[in-house]
């Protein structure tokens, strides 16, 4: 696959500085239905992310498009932008490139416009409690190691942590607890899928495996997945200065401006002798 990669002449090619939204995919839209000339497809991706849904459906219109997609991340393709990444057949990255985590962003429960990692409040309950465990376990031990016996020991240890634990819990709203870890496990059912459409097509496990890595291995969202952490995840990934068509790409990259999104169809027409 690398030499087929590196050696593209002929492709459409997209340019993505811009948030992943309705727009965004509005605009992906209108440059597949006026495309007809290319089988394969570089997209670069330029994004801090957006909303999964859209990235989603993005890259189930380009791949129902194209024969063969690769995606381009000269600098960072974050959240939603990493979903869209797994939806290629390849990732081309420089060494300080990065992806991010899949675990999305909801809003705050008590701040407004405000957004938190839906793994934040799943594991502010996961972690109270865990801790409450372990201070009652010690609890438990100084009392019987202080000579009460053991039932008392055990329902004093219990009534304590509860009391020091109990306000935190309290404050954890269970309809804002059940949507994080629904939301939570959206990002990887969409990456799963996207892996195994094409990049890990015939390996449905290791898709799945790989996609709840990136949506609940990390305890930070804008955590830096760079390119040799994406190798050791199972990545495809190519070395975006091997490419033959790099200088086409980089020049169109580099005129595009921030909210930019740019579809154009590349030629490579052979010289006819004279």
């Known amino acids: ?4 990669i590196l050696d593209s002449r002929n492709f459409d090619l997209i340019i993505m500085k811009s948030g992943v939204d309705g727009v965004m995919h509005s605009k ?4 597949v239905r006026q495309s007809n000339s290319n089988d394969t497809l570089f997209i670069v991706l330029d994004t801090s992310g957006g909303i999964p849904i859209y990235a989603y459906r993005a890259m189930k219109l380009l791949g129902a498009k194209y024969k063969n997609i690769y995606s381009v991340i000269p600098d960072a393709s974050m ?4 979903l869209m990444a797994l939806g290629t057949d390849a990732i081309g990255m420089f060494p300080d490139s990065c992806l991010g985590p899949l675990d999305l962003q909801i809003t705050h429960p008590d701040i407004d416009d405000e957004v938190i990692s839906a793994l934040d409040i799943r594991d502010t309950a996961s972690d109270t409690t865990s801790e409450a465990a372990a201070i009652a376990r010690k609890i438990f031990a100084d009392n019987l190691g202080s000579g009460i016996r053991r039932n008392v020991a055990e329902r004093m ?4 942590a509860t ?6 819990m309290e404050k954890i709203d269970p309809y804002r607890m059940h949507e994080s870890i629904r939301s939570a496990s959206v990002g990887s059912i969409y990456g799963a899928r996207l892996l195994a459409s094409r990049m890990m097509k015939n390996k449905k496990q290791k898709a799945v495996s790989v996609s709840v890595k990136l949506a609940n291995g990390y305890n930070y969202h804008g955590y830096a997945i760079t390119k040799d952490e994406a190798i050791e995840l199972g990545l495809e990934v190519f070395d975006i200065e ?3 068509c790099w200088s086409t790409i980089a020049k169109n990259y580099e005129q595009a401006s921030n909210g930019d999104i740019i579809g154009i169809s590349v030629i490579d027409k052979p010289q006819k002798d004279k």
């Open 163 to 168: 009391s020091m634990y109990c306000p935190i």
């Open 242 to 244: 091997q490419l033959k």
């Open 157 to 160: 240890a219990v009534e304590l």
């Open 79 to 82: 959240s939603a932008g990493t």
């Open 28 to 31: 992906l839209r209108d440059f």
């Open 1 to 4: 696959m690398a030499d087929k």
